[in-house]
C-alpha cells in the first residue's frame, strides 16, 4: 500500500495524555518516524525507529508499532507541543518514503 | 553551526525551468543522503526527490519523475533540483533535507533528520 492515514486534528487538555496514531500497510514491515511542525517554521524529526528521539526532543514524546498502526504519544501534553504531526514510513516495494497527511494537535 | 539553507526558488511561469540548491554547512556532507521534500500552501508534506551521499543512486516521487532531476556536487557541500516543465501543482515550499536511508527488505526506513528553512516556488501565469 502507498498510504498514510492520520486523524486531521486531535485535542488535549493542558497536563493530560494524548495518542496520535497513523495507519498503513506499509507500518506491517517498516519502521515509522514523526515530524512537528510549527506555524511558519520547517517541520522537526522527533521520534525515529523504535522509539528513538533526537537530542533536545523532550521525553513525554514517545512512539509504538502494533501492527499497521504506529502511534505517537505525548504524556502531559505542554502549550508548546501545539503543532502539526506528520508519520512517515517506507513503501517496501518502492523503496520510497511516504508521509500521512498530517495531524493538528490542539492543546486545551 | 550544522546548517541547510536553500536559494533559487521564485516566481514561473507554467512551462518553465527553475533550478534549487541547497548549501549545507557544519556536517560532513558527502557522508549523508540527502532529499527535496515539498509542501504546497496549507497542505501536508510530500517527498520529492533524493539522492545517496555519493550521488550514485537517486530516487523520484512518480508525480516529478521525468521532469526533475536531482544531483549534488560533494566539493561545494551542495545539493541541487532542476526542475523542468513546472505545472500549478507543483507550486510549495521546498525543503532541503538531511536524510538518512535503510534500504533493507524488512523494517527499512526513510528518516528525515535535518531540514532547512525551505523556499517557495510559484508556477503562476
Known amino acids: 500500500s502507498s498510504e498514510l492515514t492520520q486523524d486531521p486534528a486531535v485535542s488535549v487538555a493542558l497536563g493530560q495524555t494524548v495518542r496520535i496514531t497513523c495507519q498503513g500497510d506499509s507500518l506491517r514491515n517498516n519502521y515509522a518516524s514523526w515530524y512537528q511542525q510549527k506555524p511558519g517554521q520547517a517541520p522537526i524529526l522527533v521520534i525515529y525507529g523504535k522509539n528513538n528521539r533526537p537530542p533536545g526532543i523532550p521525553d513525554r514524546l514517545s512512539a509504538s508499532r502494533s501492527g499497521n498502526t504506529a502511534s505517537l504519544t505525548i504524556t502531559g501534553a505542554q502549550a508548546e507541543d501545539e503543532a502539526d504531526y506528520y508519520c512517515?514510513?517506507?513503501?517496501?516495494?518502492?523503496?520510497?518514503?511516504?508521509f500521512g497527511g498530517g495531524t493538528r494537535l490542539t492543546v486545551l | 553551526e550544522v546548517q541547510l539553507l536553500e536559494s533559487g526558488g521564485g516566481l514561473v511561469q507554467p512551462g518553465g525551468s527553475l533550478r534549487l540548491s541547497c548549501a549545507a554547512s557544519?556536517?560532513?556532507?558527502?557522508?549523508?543522503?540527502m532529499s527535496w521534500v515539498r509542501q504546497a500552501p496549507g497542505k501536508g508534506l510530500e517527498w520529492v526527490s533524493g539522492?545517496?551521499?555519493?550521488?550514485?543512486?537517486?530516487f523520484y516521487a512518480d508525480s516529478v519523475k521525468g521532469r526533475f532531476t536531482i544531483s549534488r556536487d560533494n566539493s561545494r557541500n551542495t545539493m541541487y533540483v532542476e526542475m523542468n516543465n513546472l505545472r500549478g501543482e507543483d507550486t510549495a515550499t521546498y525543503y532541503c533535507v538531511r536524510t538518512e536511508i535503510g534500504d533493507y527488505l524488512v523494517l527499512g526506513y526513510w528518516y528525515f533528520h535535518l531540514w532547512g528553512r525551505g523556499t517557495l516556488v510559484t508556477v503562476s501565469s
Open positions: 539522492i545517496s551521499g555519493n550521488g550514485a543512486n537517486t
Open positions: 512517515n514510513s517506507r513503501n517496501s516495494d518502492s523503496n520510497r518514503p511516504l
Open positions: 557544519g556536517f560532513g556532507f558527502s557522508s549523508y543522503a
